[in-house]
Each structure stands twice: as structure tokens, then as C-alpha cells.
């Protein structure tokens, strides 16, 4: 969630800054412009002040005045590096620097020109960005007695004021990259905050749907809202599992106290069959069901025990205790005609309970046996897995149907075409049950070309880690 919520926010800040550094990058370099255009138009009204006492068109030397005007237009193109001029209204130079130079017939200096012939002075000339070899032309108008007479024009190079414009771009860039990182920074710190208890909550609902009733979260940290969902998760996982507790008791209080009364009237059918004659049908099927029942009610005080019993875990050789079930199931695979396989290696160690993983391993290899016909065959094969090892008892049997693959495991459930077999249908449920204690699942598939194959997985690392 984390990697889907951060490029938002990132994305988010960094349209914000772009959105308030590129107007402040724009606004820098039209100051920095105007700041120029200001100083030139300073410089052409001196100059259009010193060219109102000329007054003819007199060749240059014989008008004092003229010469003063040409002299301060020579200076200032020298020192500063500017074209400068005055030029009369027909753009016939009255005094220019340097000495051949003249309006352009075409441009912005063309444009300044006869902007200025109305009396306006050039103050928003086309703006210079720094990638940009422009000059910038600044024009005022020489009045006389209340008519434009000539007009002052400046041609400037930009070198200077692209570097300055440049130079405050990248304060800006800086500012906004400094500006980007702190945000980011802020972002990782926020999202973290609020995060934290939503992942901790997803760790915790994920332990309870896996059977760890006893997840919790813990009230610290967060926005409020957070912190109260976190109390009302553990209220609502305590009243879980109380329910939970209270069912699991009832089962095996039940299973426990009908196991007496069960077994005194088993005693009285054995007694009541004395008195009948041998080989009656209805008492072997009242004695078939008694046994059945008190098979049932062993299956249910098992799982009770099984889905509240703490698991020890412990790092067990998983190849050794497979071996070992699969050898003293062997005498009954060979009784059915059925081949009892072992494969993988010899030496898999994992995290498990010895007693738990056993008991769980019988119930799935006599599983197997029960419903795998004589001539075929059922393999347990072993094999690491990265961080867990698996053990997959395949058998040879008539298998499952797609709808039947989602209910097998639950409890009393039996496939309608099994009816016939022995059984409670709880042999898997607490198998499962035993699994899920020590951190271990249980699932089912199709083996080909037909029978079921149930994976038992267990962690190959500790319960600290």
C-alpha cells in the first residue's frame, strides 16, 4: 500500500512546487529584464534630453551641441558595449555610435522605432530567456515644442543579464530539488505513520484467518482513527475467540460426558445379545453403530483437543519421520495389494511438533490407503521448498470433483460417492487443526491421472525469526 500511496504523494508534491517555482522563475527573469530596461531607458532620455538643443542638420563638427551628443553616444557605446543612436524622423542619423550603425528596416528595433514616433517609450519589450541570443532594444522619443523630432535608440547585448537570469534559475532549482527531498522525506515519515497500524492490523486479521486466534494489535501510534479501529480489531478477536473457546469446550465436554453413557449401553446391547439368537441382523447393525458413534465422539474430543492444544515446536528431521510413518504403514499397504512409496531426500529438517506433524501424517497416509484400490499406488514424497518443506502424500484412487476439492477438510464432510467407506469425516479437520497449531497448512488437489493429492507444508524457519 505503502508503494502505491508514496508516488502519489510525491507526484502530488512535486506538481505543487513545480506549480509555485515556475511562475517564480518567470516572474525572476522579467525582473531581472525590466531592472535593464529601466537603466536603458534612463540612458536614452539623457540622451534624448541632450539631442532637443540640436537643431539642424548640421555635418558633424560644425554644431557644438552635435559634437557633445556624438561624444557622450562614443563613450557609452565603448564603455558599455551598447549601439546607440539618435535618429532624426526619417531615420537619418543624428548621432550614432557606432558611426555607420542604423536602424534596422525590419525587427524589434524597427518596432521600438516607430513606437516611439507616437511618444511612447519602449517599456515591455519581448522578454530575453537565457537560451536565447537576443538583444534588447529600448527606443524614447526626442520632443520639441510638443513634436517627436528624432528618437533615441539602444541596442543591448543580453550576455549579462541571460547569465543573471540563469544564475537565480538555478537558486530557484535548488531550492525547489532542497524543497522536493524535505517534502519526500515528509512523505516516507507520514506514510509510515500512518501506515504502520494498517499493516500491523493486516498482519493480525491475516494470524486470526489462519488460525492464530491470540493475534492482537497493539494501541500505539497513528491517526485516531487508526488507534480506535486497532481496540475495536481487539475486542471484536476477543470475542472471537471466547465464542471459539466456548464451542470448543462445549464439543469436548460433550464428547466426554456422552462417552460413559455410550459405553454402558454398548455393554447392555453385548448383554442383550447374549439372550438373542446368534447371528441376529439387528443387533450387529445396533453394535455396528454403537461403535460407530463412539468413533464419532473420539474424532470430536480429538479435534477439541487439537484446535486448542498449544503446539511445541521444535526443529525435527522431516525425512527421518517420514520414513519412519511410511514404514509402519507399509504392513497395511501390503495387506490392501496397495504400493507404499517414499521419495525425496533422506535428511529435510524443518520447524514443527514431532507429535502434532505424526499424527497429522498418519491421518493423510490412512486416508490415502482407505480409498486407493488394490494394484495402484500411494507416494509420499518430501522436498525442501525455500523457506518451508512439503510433504505430498499422491494416492491412486478415484479422486475428487472441482465442487468437492472446495469442501474437502471440513468437518463431517464426506464425498456422497464414499458413503460406503468407514469412516467420521474428521480425520483431515484434525489434521489441519494439528498443522495450523505449529505454523503448518494443509491443502488438496487433483493427482493425475486420478486420485487426490494432499500437501502438508511446514517452516524451515523459527518461530523467533
Not at 163 to 192: C, Q, Y
Not at 218 to 231: D, I, Q
Not at 273 to 283: A, D, F, Y
Given at each position: 500500500?505503502?508503494?502505491?500511496?508514496?508516488?502519489?504523494?510525491?507526484?502530488?508534491?512535486?506538481?505543487?512546487?513545480?506549480?509555485?517555482?515556475?511562475?517564480?522563475?518567470?516572474?525572476?527573469?522579467?525582473?531581472?529584464?525590466?531592472?535593464?530596461?529601466?537603466?536603458?531607458?534612463?540612458?536614452?532620455?539623457?540622451?534624448?534630453?541632450?539631442?532637443?538643443?540640436?537643431?539642424?542638420?548640421?555635418?558633424?563638427?560644425?554644431?557644438?551641441?552635435?559634437?557633445?551628443?556624438?561624444?557622450?553616444?562614443?563613450?557609452?557605446?565603448?564603455?558599455?558595449?551598447?549601439?546607440?543612436?539618435?535618429?532624426?524622423?526619417?531615420?537619418?542619423?543624428?548621432?550614432?555610435?557606432?558611426?555607420?550603425?542604423?536602424?534596422?528596416?525590419?525587427?524589434?528595433?524597427?518596432?521600438?522605432?516607430?513606437?516611439?514616433?507616437?511618444?511612447?517609450?519602449?517599456?515591455?519589450?519581448?522578454?530575453?530567456?537565457?537560451?536565447?541570443?537576443?538583444?534588447?532594444?529600448?527606443?524614447?522619443?526626442?520632443?520639441?515644442?510638443?513634436?517627436?523630432?528624432?528618437?533615441?535608440?539602444?541596442?543591448?547585448?543580453?550576455?549579462?543579464?541571460?547569465?543573471?537570469?540563469?544564475?537565480?534559475?538555478?537558486?530557484?532549482?535548488?531550492?525547489?530539488?532542497?524543497?522536493?527531498?524535505?517534502?519526500?522525506?515528509?512523505?516516507?515519515?507520514?506514510?509510515?505513520?500512518?501506515?504502520?497500524?494498517?499493516?500491523?492490523?493486516?498482519?493480525?486479521?491475516?494470524?486470526?484467518?489462519?488460525?492464530?486466534?491470540?493475534?492482537?494489535?497493539?494501541?500505539?501510534?497513528?491517526?485516531?482513527?487508526?488507534?480506535?479501529?486497532?481496540?475495536?480489531?481487539?475486542?471484536?478477536?476477543?470475542?472471537?475467540?471466547?465464542?471459539?473457546?466456548?464451542?470448543?469446550?462445549?464439543?469436548?465436554?460433550?464428547?466426554?460426558?456422552?462417552?460413559?453413557?455410550?459405553?454402558?449401553?454398548?455393554?447392555?446391547?453385548?448383554?442383550?445379545?447374549?439372550?438373542?439368537?446368534?447371528?441376529?441382523?439387528?443387533?450387529?447393525?445396533?453394535?455396528?453403530?454403537?461403535?460407530?458413534?463412539?468413533?464419532?465422539?473420539?474424532?470430536?474430543?480429538?479435534?477439541?483437543?487439537?484446535?486448542?492444544?498449544?503446539?511445541?515446536?521444535?526443529?525435527?528431521?522431516?525425512?527421518?519421520?517420514?520414513?519412519?510413518?511410511?514404514?509402519?504403514?507399509?504392513?497395511?499397504?501390503?495387506?490392501?495389494?496397495?504400493?507404499?512409496?517414499?521419495?525425496?531426500?533422506?535428511?529435510?529438517?524443518?520447524?514443527?511438533?514431532?507429535?502434532?506433524?505424526?499424527?497429522?501424517?498418519?491421518?493423510?497416509?490412512?486416508?490415502?490407503?482407505?480409498?486407493?484400490?488394490?494394484?495402484?499406488?500411494?507416494?509420499?514424497?518430501?522436498?525442501?521448498?525455500?523457506?518451508?518443506?512439503?510433504?505430498?502424500?499422491?494416492?491412486?484412487?478415484?479422486?475428487?470433483?472441482?465442487?468437492?476439492?472446495?469442501?474437502?477438510?471440513?468437518?463431517?464432510?464426506?464425498?456422497?460417492?464414499?458413503?460406503?467407506?468407514?469412516?467420521?469425516?474428521?480425520?483431515?479437520?484434525?489434521?489441519?487443526?494439528?498443522?495450523?497449531?505449529?505454523?503448518?497448512?494443509?491443502s488438496y488437489a487433483r493427482n493425475e491421472p486420478h486420485g487426490l493429492r494432499v500437501t502438508l507444508q511446514v517452516p524451515r524457519t523459527g518461530p523467533t525469526a
Amino acid at each position: 500500500m505503502r508503494t502505491r500511496l508514496l508516488p502519489l504523494l510525491i507526484v502530488l508534491l512535486a506538481g505543487i512546487l513545480l506549480a509555485l517555482g515556475l511562475p517564480l522563475a518567470v516572474s525572476v527573469a522579467a525582473a531581472q529584464q525590466q531592472r535593464v530596461v529601466v537603466d536603458r531607458i534612463d540612458d536614452t532620455a539623457r540622451f534624448a534630453a541632450l539631442a532637443q538643443f540640436v537643431t539642424e542638420r548640421t555635418e558633424s563638427g560644425q554644431d557644438e551641441r552635435r559634437r557633445t551628443l556624438e561624444t557622450e553616444l562614443a563613450s557609452y557605446s565603448q564603455v558599455y558595449g551598447i549601439r546607440a543612436g539618435v535618429f532624426y524622423r526619417d531615420k537619418w542619423p543624428m548621432a550614432s555610435a557606432p558611426e555607420n550603425w542604423a536602424v534596422p528596416e525590419s525587427g524589434e528595433a524597427q518596432d521600438a522605432f516607430q513606437e516611439a514616433l507616437y511618444k511612447r517609450r519602449s517599456h515591455d519589450p519581448a522578454q530575453v530567456w537565457p537560451w536565447q541570443e537576443g538583444r534588447l532594444v529600448v527606443a524614447s522619443p526626442v520632443v520639441r515644442d510638443g513634436d517627436v523630432v528624432a528618437v533615441v535608440v539602444t541596442d543591448s547585448p543580453t550576455g549579462q543579464m541571460r547569465s543573471r537570469i540563469l544564475r537565480d534559475w538555478l537558486l530557484i532549482a535548488a531550492g525547489e530539488a532542497a524543497a522536493m527531498l524535505v517534502a519526500v522525506g515528509a512523505a516516507f515519515r507520514l506514510t509510515g505513520w500512518v501506515l504502520r497500524p494498517v499493516r500491523v492490523l493486516d498482519a493480525a486479521t491475516h494470524g486470526i484467518a489462519t488460525g492464530l486466534m491470540n493475534s492482537r494489535v497493539a494501541v500505539a501510534g497513528g491517526p485516531p482513527e487508526l488507534r480506535r479501529l486497532a481496540r475495536s480489531f481487539n475486542e471484536m478477536a476477543d470475542n472471537v475467540e471466547e465464542v471459539l473457546e466456548q464451542q470448543r469446550a462445549f464439543v469436548a465436554d460433550a464428547s466426554h460426558q456422552l462417552r460413559n453413557p455410550l459405553s454402558a449401553l454398548l455393554l447392555r446391547i453385548e448383554l442383550l445379545s447374549l439372550e438373542l439368537p446368534e447371528g441376529n441382523e439387528e443387533i450387529a447393525s445396533v453394535r455396528t453403530e454403537g461403535k460407530r458413534l463412539a468413533q464419532v465422539l473420539d474424532s470430536l474430543l480429538g479435534l477439541a483437543l487439537a484446535e486448542q492444544a498449544p503446539a511445541h515446536l521444535q526443529l525435527i528431521d522431516i525425512g527421518d519421520l517420514v520414513t519412519e510413518r511410511v514404514a509402519a504403514w507399509r504392513p497395511l499397504a501390503d495387506d490392501k495389494g496397495v504400493r507404499l512409496t517414499r521419495e525425496g531426500p533422506e535428511a529435510v529438517t524443518a520447524w514443527g511438533d514431532p507429535v502434532a506433524l505424526s499424527s497429522a501424517l498418519d491421518a493423510v497416509i490412512d486416508n490415502a490407503l482407505k480409498f486407493t484400490p488394490a494394484g495402484e499406488a500411494v507416494e509420499v514424497a518430501v522436498a525442501p521448498n525455500g523457506e518451508s518443506c512439503t510433504i505430498t502424500v499422491a494416492d491412486g484412487g478415484p479422486g475428487l470433483a472441482d465442487d468437492e476439492l472446495e469442501r474437502v477438510g471440513d468437518r463431517f464432510w464426506r464425498s456422497t460417492r464414499h458413503q460406503n467407506v468407514s469412516g467420521s469425516g474428521l480425520g483431515l479437520s484434525i489434521s489441519r487443526a494439528l498443522l495450523l497449531a505449529g505454523g503448518g497448512t494443509m491443502s488438496y488437489a487433483r493427482n493425475e491421472p486420478h486420485g487426490l493429492r494432499v500437501t502438508l507444508q511446514v517452516p524451515r524457519t523459527g518461530p523467533t525469526a
